[in-house]
């Protein structure tokens, strides 16, 4: 933005002195009176273009004489319209003196040459303005100053001193600048600026502000026909969600949202948290949705998994609990998943259950159990050589079947504690001894009944079961014909002469089982399920189960191969195939509670990563937090920088529905899309690259925004006087803050080195030396100067001189270089005992190219 153009291109400037009694010189109004605008500035020049000559001054000259109302300098006989106190009025050359008040000063003509006009030093008092350089009517002087009154806005003053008395109704006071300085100005009586014929036409304005508690908001006012407008600032009010900076902080929409909300569907509503997003309140939160069995309270009822079975009533329902039936052991483990009172390691009772899981039911020792003996011969005892079993029932098949024991011989169904002893050689009654009661008339230990072998076949008739039969006593081999050859009181017993290899067929499919030995009958043995003659039977306790059966899927080797379920699809290829796996993927997470049964990634428990699948089974997909997520900041405008000091989200992806999209933060405005790191800063009093400083390295020489600077160098000027060893000789900085020559000194130098603008080289437009004690021939200053883009460039540039020396010669000087640094050398000179120069200011206007 270029500020002052016109009227800064109009600056010249002169010696102090060059009119006697004058001040010093400053900026000035073209010469010509053609008043020039401002692109964006200082207010008080923004109508010196267009002056309404009906609220001029009240002046009885002749049109075209000093004094009368005036709009361009044709209106002059003297070629000067110049802004009074009243008005614009047309002034006169001069070369000393003035018509009473006014001071003759500097300008520059319209063809940009010096030439000394009447000016009135009181036309801009009490004018509202912006900043110093508004009140000195365009002349190069800084001694009006403009006067901040707070939030009512900012009046010129003019310099006043014991010598330099105050109009009336002002009096010379310590004011405060708006630069922040104090200065001694004429300020009004009464403490009131009116607006004047000149701030009328002027259409002169100054900044205000209105202030309440809830914060300061600027504006402006100007004059008016009606006078001091009222500033026109928004009133301040509590920050809203509304897009708007409502306390004028600087900040929109800063700390509102955070109040509680819920977040609604059809499905119900959950609770949620305000954020002010673009100006709009909007509820964050999770979204409700229809409740499914995941252990999520999907609709945010209160309530997880409502409407889905739980078996053991402990709130999880049946697809997340890994213990249906609260008994101890994962379902995956118990063999009874819905009966509390079967598990593995469980007691094993007397109830036809497995209780224990261990694949056998009511086995020896389970609690109820009886003991029994073993009873071969089926004659009511058990053996007394064979160890009792403790059993929940017979066992047939083994002979376990006697509920006392007591026999001697369990071969021989006649022979059993408290049978009735015969006379036949053996201990029936199981006593201990053998026949006793019958008569042993020899003596020799032998019952008489059992001395005689009636049928010749070497056993004695008492022996003999068949002492008539000599194919039949004790000793002759079993044969399979319906008779007991061996008188052991069996027909036909096992393993008989004759016999046949009969197997267990406990299930009646045909084939015995593979598991018990063969016994050698001579008839099927019903009773103990030896009946067919047949085996390859692996469970002959299911009648589906038998070599060539069809295999099916099941978990049984239907087919007897040694393979279970073969042909059926094991997706985890555990030897179970996945009609009777619980856990087909073998996650260790049951199929009814997991989401993805053929997949073992997936499962709950498992760590949520950016994959696009749901690992864990929660309902929710790469949700933050993820292995693999990465940090993202809330953007809400979009330059892809996040909120500077604001949380962040670990994410799989941007979200733009909660604005975290951007994968870096430090943004310090994220409501200004041209605001964030590593932005190129430009001056406009915005911290552009979040760096925590504004407009650094891009401020004018002025140290401003504007595209023209008039730099001076003076005391309480934009750069003091600085005597220093190598950019000076012979000279002093005396106590008024001049440049002088020491003392005893006839000739000096000091040089000032003026840096430009960043963006590259300055247009180092007009010089001016203002110098008091300077004489022709006696007492005098010339000046060079060089420029360079860079110090080196600098160092090996040549001198240019301004041509001749001050006095004759005038200022100021046109130098119309470029770079980036210039360079200036004063040098001092005087003859005799004159004293020597004294320079007050050294002025340079340069542009930005």
């Known amino acids: ?57 009240d002046i009885t000259g002749e049109p075209g004489t000093f004094g009368a109302p005036c709009e361009t300098s044709e209106d002059c006989f003297s070629g000067f319209c110049r802004p009074s106190r009243d008005g614009f009025v047309c002034s006169l050359g001069c070369s000393g003196a003035c018509p009473a008040a006014w001071t003759c000063e500097a300008i520059a003509d319209g063809g940009g040459n010096p030439a000394f006009v009447c000016v009135d030093p009181y036309a801009y008092l009490c004018l509202p303005c912006l900043e110093n350089r508004d009140c000195n009517q365009g002349l190069g002087t800084t001694t009006a100053q403009c006067l901040d009154q707070g939030g009512e806005g900012s009046f010129c003053g003019v310099a006043c001193s014991e010598q330099s008395p105050c109009p009336t109704g002002y009096s010379c ?41 809830f914060g300061s908001c600027p504006g402006a006012r100007g004059c008016t026909l ?71 309270d999907d609709d945010c009822d209160g309530t997880t998994d409502e409407g889905f079975s739980d078996h053991d009533e402990d709130g999880k329902a049946n697809c997340v609990d890994i213990d249906d039936d609260n008994d101890g052991s994962f379902d995956d483990e118990d063999c009874a998943p819905f009966d509390a009172s079967v598990y593995p390691l469980a007691d094993e009772l007397c109830n ?13 020792g389970a609690e109820g159990c009886v003991d029994y003996w073993q009873d071969v011969d089926k004659d009511g005892q058990g053996a007394d050589t064979v160890a009792p079993r403790c059993l929940c029932a017979p066992d047939a098949a083994a002979f376990f079947i006697a509920s006392a024991g007591g026999d001697c011989d369990d071969k021989n169904a006649f022979v059993k504690t408290g049978a009735v002893e015969g006379c036949n050689a053996r201990d029936d009654d199981c006593d201990g001894m053998t026949d006793e009661g019958f008569p042993d008339t020899d003596g020799d230990g032998q019952a008489d009944c059992l001395e005689m072998d009636t049928d010749g076949d070497g056993a004695p008739d008492n022996l003999d079961c068949a002492p008539l039969d000599a194919d039949i006593f004790p000793g002759k081999a079993e044969v399979c014909d319906g008779k007991d050859q061996d008188c052991d009181g069996l027909t036909d017993e096992q393993d008989a002469t004759g016999c046949k290899n009969y197997l267990q067929d406990k299930d009646g499919d045909g084939q015995g089982a593979l598991t018990v030995a063969a016994r050698c009958l001579c008839a099927p043995d019903v009773a103990a399920s030896f009946t067919v003659q047949v085996g390859g039977d692996c469970d002959d306790l299911d009648k589906t189960v038998y070599a060539g059966a069809t295999e099916v899927c099941d978990g049984k080797d239907n087919d007897c191969d040694a393979f279970t379920d073969e042909g059926s699809l094991n997706t985890d290829g555990d030897a ?114 979040c760096d925590g400083a504004t407009d650094e390295g891009a401020l004018s020489p002025c140290n401003d925004c504007a595209a023209v600077c008039y730099l001076q160098v003076g005391p309480s000027d934009d750069i003091d006087f600085t005597v220093n060893a190598g950019s000076s000789e012979n000279v002093v900085v005396d106590a008024s803050g001049h440049l002088a020559l020491a003392d005893g000194q006839s000739s000096g130098y000091y040089r000032q080195l003026l840096v430009g603008w960043p963006s590259g080289d300055a247009r180092w ?85």
């Open 1 to 57: 933005m270029v500020r002052h153009r016109v009227l800064w291109a109009s600056c010249l400037f002169a010696i102090a002195g060059a009119c006697g009694g004058s001040s010093s010189p400053a900026d000035a109004v073209d010469a010509t009176g053609d008043n020039g605008s401002d692109d964006g500035g200082t207010v008080i020049r923004d109508a010196l273009a267009e002056v309404d000559a009906e609220v001029g001054p």
């Open 173 to 213: 006071q310590t004011a405060t600048t708006t630069s922040g300085t104090s200065s001694t100005q004429c300020v009004p009586d009464d403490g009131m600026c009116e607006c004047g014929p000149l701030a009328v036409a002027l259409g002169a304005r100054t900044s205000c502000r209105l202030d309440n508690e």
């Open 226 to 296: 009606e006078g001091l407008g009222a500033c026109d600032a928004p009133v301040a009010a509590a920050e809203v969600c509304n897009g708007a900076d409502d306390d004028c902080d600087g900040y929109t929409d800063e700390e509102t949202g955070g109040g509680l909300c819920d977040v609604e569907t059809g499905a119900g509503k959950c609770p949620g948290v305000l954020a002010c997003k673009a100006g709009n309140e909007i509820c964050v939160g999770i979204e409700p949705t229809s409740e499914s069995c995941n252990g999520v």
């Open 352 to 364: 036809s259950k497995d209780e224990n899981c261990n694949g056998q039911i009511d086995e020896d």
């Open 576 to 689: 179970k195939a996945d009609c009777v796996d619980s856990d087909d993927d073998d996650d260790g997470t049951p199929d009814d509670a997991d989401c993805k049964p053929l997949d073992p990634t997936v499962h709950p428990g498992m760590v949520e990563a950016c994959n696009g699948k749901d690992d864990d089974c929660d309902g929710q997909t790469d949700e933050p937090g993820a292995t693999g997520c990465d940090e993202y900041w809330r953007d809400f405008d979009g330059d892809e920088y996040g909120a500077k000091d604001e949380p962040t989200s670990c994410l799989c992806a941007p979200d733009p529905a909660t604005f975290f999209t951007a994968t870096q933060g430090g943004d310090c405005d994220d409501v200004a899309a041209g605001t964030r790191p590593e932005v190129f800063e430009t001056c406009n009093g915005v911290d552009d690259n």
């Open 765 to 849: 437009d007009r010089l001016l030396v203002t110098a008091t004690d300077t004489k022709t021939g006696e007492s005098w200053v010339t000046v060079r100067y060089r420029t360079g883009g860079s110090p080196a460039d600098l160092t090996s540039a040549s001198w240019q001189s301004a041509p001749g020396q001050y006095p004759p010669a005038f200022f100021p000087l046109h130098l119309g270089v470029y770079g980036f640094y210039l360079e200036i050398e004063l040098q001092l000179w005087r003859v005799g005992a004159v004293a020597g120069p004294r320079v007050q200011r050294l002025g340079v206007l340069a542009w930005e190219d």
